[in-house]
């Protein structure tokens, strides 16, 4: 094996590939966690070091010199490359420990109350759950496997539809209001929402001419309409998978038959051209199972998803959840 040339500061060398990759001082010293000046240091030394610029300004705007982005070209690939291999290696000597990426209205509804029974059936392992709305880099983060929700088909990952999703109205153990006994009796009840997931295509399932719900409580987060029905605190829209653990237990009850998919709605926090299939109809909203294109296949990763199918079957077997893909 050849011994490499000489070599500029890995440090310096770091710096560079962020602040090159945004063009951006400001964002390279936030996404490094330092200050605007450590990362300006970082550059000249380089540059110094190398006796040549890799930026120039133009206005207040820095752009890359034609060496800088040969360079950024070069490094780029040569840290992603020691990124994915330290990942790998971190994850084949620590076969017993699992790091799961989730959306936090999963995590604390769905997963949260079963994932003991999970770790019990896997004598020593070690589950690191990450709460986070953001898709995650499974080697710069250490993730092993990621659930999200949306529309599938995200570049550079493996993706496997987990289930789809329905709405129906569910009310708690501790409402203390009069039970509706037909739809219409939901007029002059408190009715819960989430934001995004609106009422109005229930009302028409069941052939209520109903406005969208404009007073009482919505949240940002299907996870906690759940919750708000939990406490009695009115009638909820609520999302069949977070809903099924406390319908299989008794904090909740649902209320009727009608059901309606989740689907994208116009102004939702989504690029558009997600949102809508090649017909221009919206698309369904869905769990996914996402893995890195190669390496992390481990026997506890199986064991997990095995784990989390079953899980998924056991709420659609019993009528309370959506059916798993």
């Known amino acids: 094996m050849e011994a490499p040339g000489k070599l500029p500061p890995l440090p310096a060398l770091r710096t560079f590939e962020a602040a090159a990759r945004h063009l951006s001082f400001t964002r390279a010293a936030e996404e490094l966690h330092v200050t605007h000046s450590a990362v300006s240091h970082q550059i000249r030394a380089l540059e110094a070091w190398l006796a040549f610029p890799l930026f120039s300004r133009q206005g207040r705007a ?3 010199t034609r060496a800088g982005e040969e360079l950024l070209a ?4 040569a840290l992603r490359q020691v990124s994915d291999t330290v990942g790998v290696l971190r994850r084949r000597v620590n076969v017993n420990r699992l790091s799961i990426s989730v959306m936090p209205s999963f995590a604390g509804r769905w997963l949260a109350p079963r994932i ?10 070690e589950v690191n759950v990450v709460s986070t709305t953001e898709r995650s880099d499974f080697v710069r983060d250490g993730v092993d496997v990621a659930i999200r929700w949306g529309f599938g088909g995200y570049a550079g990952v493996r993706s496997e539809l987990l289930m789809e999703d329905v709405l129906f109205p569910v009310v708690g153990a501790r409402f203390a209001g009069r039970l509706p006994r037909t739809p219409a009796d939901l007029a ?3 009715l819960l929402r989430s934001d995004g997931e609106d009422w109005v295509p ?11 719900p ?40 649902r209320l009727f038959e009608a059901e309606v998919p989740v689907m994208y709605r116009e102004g939702q926090d989504v690029s558009a051209e997600h949102g809508f299939d090649a017909h221009g109809q919206p698309r369904r909203w869905a769990f996914w199972l996402v893995l890195p294109l190669r390496g992390g296949d ?14 998924m079957a056991a709420d659609a077997a019993a009528g309370f959840g959506p059916a798993p893909a």
């Open 62 to 64: 820095v752009v890359l």
């Open 116 to 125: 003991a029974a999970f770790i019990e059936a896997n004598p020593g392992c």
């Open 298 to 311: 481990t026997p506890l990763r199986q064991a997990f998803i095995d784990w989390l199918r079953a899980e």
């Open 74 to 77: 070069v490094a780029n690939e």
């Open 214 to 253: 404009t007073a009482g409580l919505m949240h940002n987060d299907s996870g906690l309409v759940v919750q708000a029905a939990i406490d009695g605190q009115g009638v909820a829209l609520a999302r069949a998978s977070l809903a099924a653990l406390a319908l299989r237990n008794g904090q909740l009850t």
């Open 202 to 212: 229930w009302f028409r399932a069941v052939g209520l001419d109903w406005p969208e």
């Open 188 to 190: 002059g009840l408190p």
